[in-house]
């Protein structure tokens, strides 16, 4: 069982930069791909970025891909999603989710159902 807490977010200007963190607890962090999912008001959750348990490789939305850089640090039981360039339209709650096995597709990462864990959320507010 793996618990997933996020910190990191807050207010900040368009055109600006935050820095979320994942914090992760239990057992065998580094068997889990470990992904960022976003939900903004009256819409549904949707992909960000992830990265794989087996060789670090990254995925991200095409919304956010050269803006957002994910990374983990297995000895720190951590990921974290670096955001600069931020807009309007990145405003949404955060959500760090854990997901075991080995996905050959970049599709799996994708996919919210292929996570088992989730953190609680952290909110993104981007003033334009």
């Known amino acids: 069982q793996v618990q997933l807490v996020e910190s990191g977010g807050g207010l900040v200007q368009a055109g600006g930069s935050l820095r979320l963190s994942c914090a992760a607890s239990g057992r065998g962090f580094s068997m889990y791909n470990m992904g960022w999912f976003r939900q903004a008001p009256g819409k549904e959750r949707e992909f960000v970025a992830a990265?794989?348990?087996?060789?670090?490789?990254?995925y991200y939305a095409d919304s956010v891909k050269g803006r957002f850089t994910i990374s983990r640090d297995n000895a720190k039981n951590t990921v974290n999603l670096q955001m600069n360039s931020l807009k309007f339209e990145d405003t949404a709650v955060y959500y760090c989710?854990?997901?075991?096995?080995?996905?050959?597709?970049?599709?799996?990462?994708?996919?919210?159902?292929?996570?088992?864990?989730w953190g609680q959320g952290t909110q993104v507010t981007v003033s334009s």
């Open positions: 989710a854990a997901g075991s096995g080995y996905w050959r597709s970049s599709y799996s990462y994708t996919q919210s159902q292929r996570y088992d864990y």
């Open positions: 990265i794989s348990r087996s060789d670090g490789s990254t």
